[in-house]
């Protein structure tokens, strides 16, 4: 069920990325690793990584640069996307599930994959 919680939340890269790595990791703690590489045909990548754990605390901190932080409105629930050190980074929190995504992509076309992946979105500023 975890699993298919995780995985509803991946976004479609397109057809101009594959999948280069995969790994699920449920550790003794009862802590679900999930993650995903994708590598595109020009070199770009984008990661894919969640983190299960029951009754965990919501407010891990992410590192970013001093770029802006826009707040993004899919499936009701908030999405972040900012940069660090030229980064692209989306970051949100669902039942106890903890998603990152990281791209060396723009941060305007990271924000266009999730749109395409998961419909409408709204600024929440």
Same mark, same amino acid.
Request: aromatic letters at 16%; glycine letters at 4%.
């Given at each position: 069920?975890?699993?298919?919680?995780?995985?509803?939340?991946?976004?479609?890269?397109?057809?101009?990325?594959? &999948?280069?790595?995969?790994? *699920?990791?449920?550790?003794?703690?009862?802590? +679900?690793?999930?993650? #995903?590489?994708?590598?595109?045909? @020009?070199?770009?990548?984008?990661?894919?990584?969640?983190?299960?754990q029951?009754?965990?605390?919501?407010?891990?901190?992410?590192e970013?640069?001093?770029?802006?932080?826009?707040? &993004?409105?899919?499936?009701? *629930?908030?999405?972040?996307f900012?940069?660090? +050190?030229?980064?692209? #980074?989306?970051?949100?929190?669902? @039942?106890?599930?903890?998603?990152?995504?990281?791209?060396?992509?723009?941060?305007?076309?990271?924000?266009?994959?999730?749109?395409?992946?998961?419909?409408?979105?709204?600024?929440?500023?």
């Amino acid at each position: 069920e975890i699993i298919a919680q995780i995985e509803s939340w991946i976004p479609s890269v397109g057809d101009d990325f594959e &999948v280069s790595d995969k790994n *699920v990791i449920n550790d003794e703690s009862g802590i +679900l690793y999930y993650y #995903v590489l994708y590598t595109g045909n @020009n070199s770009n990548y984008i990661s894919f990584e969640a983190e299960y754990q029951q009754n965990a605390d919501p407010y891990s901190l992410f590192e970013k640069d001093n770029s802006n932080v826009e707040r &993004v409105v899919i499936r009701d *629930v908030f999405i972040y996307f900012y940069e660090n +050190l030229s980064i692209s #980074v989306a970051t949100w929190y669902v @039942n106890d599930i903890e998603f990152s995504v990281m791209t060396d992509l723009d941060v305007n076309e990271l924000e266009k994959i999730f749109e395409e992946s998961f419909g409408g979105t709204y600024n929440e500023n």
